[in-house]
């Protein structure tokens, strides 16, 4: 660990976990409703392609609360450190 760091503030470590405490719900509840639809629906033809869709949209839509809870999480108000230098001045 760097000692320069500043230490995280508790508001950005807050908005993490409401953030994770919303999305992981709708996780649980996006895998259970897929686990329900891959038992009971028989997956040939027009169904199985339905259920195609409904896995990738579900799978969008996993990562997209997951990437929304990640920024919320993390620091913003660091700013990039400086790319280095290529050129050794003479």
């Given amino acids: 660990m760097d000692p320069y760091t500043t230490p995280p503030r508790p508001s950005r ?13 709708f996780t649980a509840s996006q895998l259970w409703a897929l686990l329900v639809l891959l038992r009971l629906a028989p997956l040939d033809g027009l169904v199985g392609q ?4 409904i896995l990738a949209g579900s799978a969008i ?4 609360g997951w990437r ?11 700013r990039p450190e400086p ?7 003479t």
């Fill in 13 to 25: 470590w807050r908005r993490g976990v409401y953030a994770a405490g919303l999305v992981i719900p």
């Fill in 83 to 89: 790319a280095p230098k290529d050129r050794i001045p």
């Fill in 61 to 64: 839509a996993i990562w997209a």
């Fill in 50 to 53: 339905a259920f195609a869709l």
């Fill in 68 to 78: 929304w809870t990640w920024q919320l999480g993390r620091d913003r108000d660091r």
